[in-house]
């Protein structure tokens, strides 16, 4: 019988009831250090005290008008992301998904109010993680995602992962865009290198195509720098952005230049819930914290201190981890043995980590966990190695 739940998720046996910074409690008591933050989402931690208190005041005043009315958190968050980003203007969504779904269209639209309709291509990468609509899955294109699920949307190209030559190769009169992740998640914590990304941003400008970066899962302080990109110092026209934005509240935006959201006019794109006021005070209480110069800082130390350790940790356990990838605070352990059975092995060291592609376990901590929790981290990740080579043997 179909369980009540829909069964499209194959889920630990773990039921949390109650979390404080980096810890989560189960219903029994036990507490786990949470390096997963529900995968990348919790970037300030559970429960942290200023987005409580933005939540449950908000939600003492007001839940939800529609975009029909003007919501004031709404103007608030978009005017702190163009202050901070290279965007002019923002749209709300209530997750990457949604995200994607429009910085689709918003390309597509571009193109056809400047007269060439017929460019409505968009060129994405192996190992890429756009979402699950059907716009989404057709971007990223891969077999686990696409198949059965046909039609798809057409209009997408992929490449392999850093395959410039490709794209070069690859763009005619129907492209409209390039879409990437600076730091692919899903696909196992793989960096863009900035040489890439700036190589990308040259070839957008010169055939005169759009840049768009997905960083619903790199961005919102992840890498240390308020979204990814700015380690290549170049900038896209139109940015993909959710998970760590709502700090845990469902809460996405795509954020554009003018030019680029020049087509997207009254009546064009909507949406019911996104930008509802509850999402939006948390996501300004999240800005505040995260687009703070001493936040980023530590942010960057505390990356550093992690991975340090890390290399060490690989070097104790050659047999159980390969090597440490990623950037910031968004890393990944390539794994000897199956990643799936560390992961397991976490779970028994009250240790959470979230799998990824290419047999990586990725480390997508609260942004603020502590030097404390850092050291704890590691020491329990040596437990868990221990534990795979025992299981292994
Ligand atoms: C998670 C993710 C998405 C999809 O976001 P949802 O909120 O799950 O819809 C899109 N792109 C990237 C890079 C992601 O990590």
Partial sequence: ??????????????????????????????RFLDLGSGIAVNAL?????????ALTSQAQALWHVSNLYQIPQQQALADKLVEHT???????????????????????????EKGQPERVEIITFDGSFHGRSSAG????????????????????VHLAFGDLDGVTNAISDSTAA????????????????????????????????????DEVQCGVGRTGKLFAHEWAGITPDVMMVAKGIGGGFPLGAVLATEEA??????GT???????????????????????DPDFLAEVNRKAGLLRQKLEGLVADHPEVFEEVRGSGLMLGLKCAAANFDVVNAGYANALIT???????????????????DIAEAVSRLDAVATTVRIGNA
């Fill in 261 to 266: 959201a020049s087509g997207m006019t009254a």
């Fill in 45 to 53: 931690g559970h429960a942290h005290p200023a987005l409580v208190e």
């Fill in 86 to 112: 290279f965007a002019d203007t923002v749209f709300f969504t209530n997750s990457g998904t949604e995200a994607c779904e429009l910085a689709v269209k918003m390309a597509r639209k571009y193109f056809y």
């Fill in 354 to 372: 979230v799998p990824a592609a290419d047999n990586v376990i990725r480390l997508l901590p609260p942004l603020t966990l502590t030097d404390e």
């Fill in 137 to 156: 899955i057709a971007a990223a294109g891969s077999e686990k995602m696409v198949k059965g699920f046909g039609p798809l949307l057409p209009g997408f």
């Fill in 178 to 213: 390039i879409m990437i992740e600076p730091v692919q998640g899903e696909g196992g914590i793989r960096v863009v290198p900035d040489a890439e990304l700036k190589a990308l941003r040259r070839i957008c400008d010169e055939h005169g195509l759009l840049l768009i970066l």
């Fill in 1 to 30: 019988m179909i369980p009540s739940v829909l069964p499209t998720y194959n889920r630990a046996p773990l039921e949390f009831v109650k979390g404080e910074g980096a810890w989560l409690t189960t219903a029994d008591g036990r």
């Fill in 269 to 291: 794109h909507g949406s019911t819930y996104g930008g509802n006021p509850l999402g939006c005070a948390v996501g300004c209480a999240v800005m505040d914290h995260v687009a």
